[in-house]
């Protein structure tokens, strides 16, 4: 059976895709400049950040992230595993705005899901 995604994985996705096309356009702009023997400093690097749009492909991605960990949160919570569990998850959630391995597995898991919820 084929899965599901809602709306908010949707989103993740894309806009995931998006910073990765725009990340490896700013990657390869850098390595042109270095074949070309010129020296990328900070000067050289804000400004191919700027003409290819990476701060806001990383500002996108940030809020698709955000929506779907808020996403997540009403999905389960019928779930069993997270009423047994309800007090780790919940930890969990706290640990998204600071720490980076929690927010990957909030989206790790955010796309495992497979519900029909939007």
């Given at each position: ?31 042109a400049l270095k074949e070309q023997g010129k020296e ?23 809020q698709a992230e955000n929506v779907l960990i808020n ?48």
């Amino acid at each position: 059976m084929k899965k599901k995604h809602s709306k908010a994985q949707i989103d993740y996705l894309a806009a995931r895709e998006h910073f990765l096309q725009i990340s490896n356009q700013a990657d390869k702009r850098i390595e042109a400049l270095k074949e070309q023997g010129k020296e990328v400093g900070q000067e050289e690097m804000e400004e191919i950040i700027e003409k290819v749009g990476l701060h806001r492909a990383y500002n996108e991605l940030t809020q698709a992230e955000n929506v779907l960990i808020n996403w997540t949160q009403t999905a389960i919570k019928t779930e069993p595993v997270f009423m047994e569990k309800r007090a780790e998850f919940e930890e969990l959630y706290e640990l998204v705005k600071t720490n980076a391995e929690a927010r990957g597995a909030i989206l790790n898991l955010a796309m495992r899901l497979n519900l029909e919820l939007v």
